[in-house]
Every structure is written in structure tokens, then in C-alpha cells.
């Protein structure tokens, strides 16, 4: 288990996580009034989609996904954690879901 500096983004109502260290670029896409779009990745050259993104936060405790996860969960995990008293997933910033990426 290792603890993050974590940005939160929430899509759709739920709260995901990615290492802030992994964030590239946070902005406004001109051609939508809302929401936000994410550059992440070692080389920025992942984009995620957020409708809002929520904060940083410091010593997130991050657990791995182990293999239970993938029984319920086909995407790629970077892990999992819990803020507050809401749980969410660690996106991995070289394969983020899809649920994340822009349509």
C-alpha cells in the first residue's frame, strides 16, 4: 500500500483518482460549455473527461486492485482507495478507462 497526492475528478456522479503527479494539463474544452478535459500520463498524451474535478488531496492510502477487482471490472486499475467515506478507483494514467476518455 503507498499513500498519493490524488486529484479527484467526478464523471457521471462518480468519484475517481488520479496521481497528481500524472496530471499534465487541466482545461475547459472550447467547444463544450461544460465539463473539463484532463491531459495525464507520462507523456500528457492520455485525455479523461470530467464533469467536475473536485480537488487534491494528500496521503491517500492506495491499495492494489487485486484480483477481485477484475471479476467485476474488465478495465485497467492503477487501485483502489476510499476518501471520506466514499470509495473510488485509481486510474491508471497510461491506460485510463473508458469510461473516462471524451466521446
Not at 93 to 103: D, G, Q, V
Request: hydrophobic share 40%.
Amino acid at each position: 500500500m503507498s499513500a498519493e497526492r490524488l486529484l479527484l475528478l467526478r464523471r457521471d456522479g462518480v468519484l475517481w483518482g488520479v496521481a497528481q503527479s500524472a496530471v499534465r494539463a487541466v482545461g475547459r474544452p472550447s467547444e463544450h460549455g461544460g465539463g473539463y478535459r484532463l491531459r495525464v500520463g507520462s507523456d500528457g498524451g492520455q485525455e479523461l473527461a470530467a464533469d467536475e474535478v473536485v480537488g487534491v488531496v494528500d496521503g491517500v492510502p492506495i491499495h492494489p486492485a487485486g484480483g477481485v477487482m477484475a471479476t467485476f471490472w474488465s478495465e485497467p486499475a492503477g487501485g483502489l482507495a476510499v476518501h471520506g467515506d466514499t470509495p473510488l478507483v485509481v486510474v491508471d494514467p497510461e491506460r485510463p478507462p473508458s469510461f473516462l476518455r471524451p466521446s
